[in-house]
């Protein structure tokens, strides 16, 4: 597990630019309630395309802006801490102590997925008392064909009914799910975090730029965050 402060960047104006623009406009109602923690004892999920791994890092880094610990499961090898620095330096926030209070699990197989799953997340949660548990890449070491279908279900669903668990035993939880390829045939990896979810915010790429949607619960309606209002973090 790696501290992020050990990583360090200097001033960067576009990020501060967009930070002050983002503040002036603030983001749509949907997204600002994603990026807010669900209440304890609930999951939110975010699904789409791989965007949405980065926006786990992004989620992580305006809650460690205010001050509280996360604790950032990396399954999809996507954590960027640049991200983090970025917010930080657009807040106009020294980028050490807020990369200090998140905190990277990486696992690169099912099985270490599993592992930490099942062994060793709730001692991370009682050691570090994150204020907010994210796990980033939720089915993405599923997609792999080297590991048969039937095992990566049953093992997904496994996964999914633990972290409910410490969901229910007071956690707050986002979990981010890119679609995985279309040609590895596994489209329906997300419907065990779909599940055990609270709500759930289906995100796609437009013309115009990122647009959002509840799904659970379902709503019609749909909001648009311009692409780039988020380019100079998530670059």
Not at 77 to 85: A, F, G, L, R
Not at 127 to 140: F, K, Q
Not at 194 to 200: G, T, W
Request: hydrophobic share 45%.
């Amino acid at each position: 597990m790696l501290p992020m402060h050990q990583l360090h960047t200097t001033a960067v104006s576009k990020a501060q630019v967009a930070g002050e623009s983002l503040q002036s406009q603030r983001l749509p109602a949907l997204i600002q309630s994603l990026f807010q923690p669900p209440p304890a004892g609930l999951i939110a999920l975010l699904r789409g395309p791989d965007l949405v791994l980065s926006l786990a890092t992004f989620a992580a880094g305006l809650y460690a802006l205010k001050g509280h610990r996360v604790l950032l499961v990396d399954a999809g090898n996507s954590t960027d801490p640049y991200i983090v620095s970025r917010l930080a330096l657009a807040a106009r926030q020294e980028p050490r102590p807020v990369l200090s209070r998140v905190h990277i699990i990486r696992t690169f197989t099912v099985h270490q997925l599993a592992a930490l799953a099942f062994r060793r997340l709730e001692r991370f949660i009682r050691d570090r008392a994150p204020g907010l548990v994210i796990l980033s890449g939720a089915t993405s070491l599923f997609a792999d064909a080297n590991v048969p279908y039937k095992e990566a279900s049953w093992l997904l669903r496994e996964i999914a009914a633990e972290v409910n668990r410490q969901a229910q035993a007071g956690c707050r939880i986002l979990v981010t799910a890119a679609d995985p390829p279309r040609e590895s045939g596994r489209a329906r990896l997300h419907l065990p975090w779909l599940d055990v979810a609270s709500r759930s915010i289906r995100v796609k790429q437009g013309g115009e730029g990122l647009v959002f949607q509840r799904e659970k619960p379902f709503s019609h309606l749909v909001e648009v965050l311009p692409a780039d209002q988020l380019v100079a973090f998530l670059r």
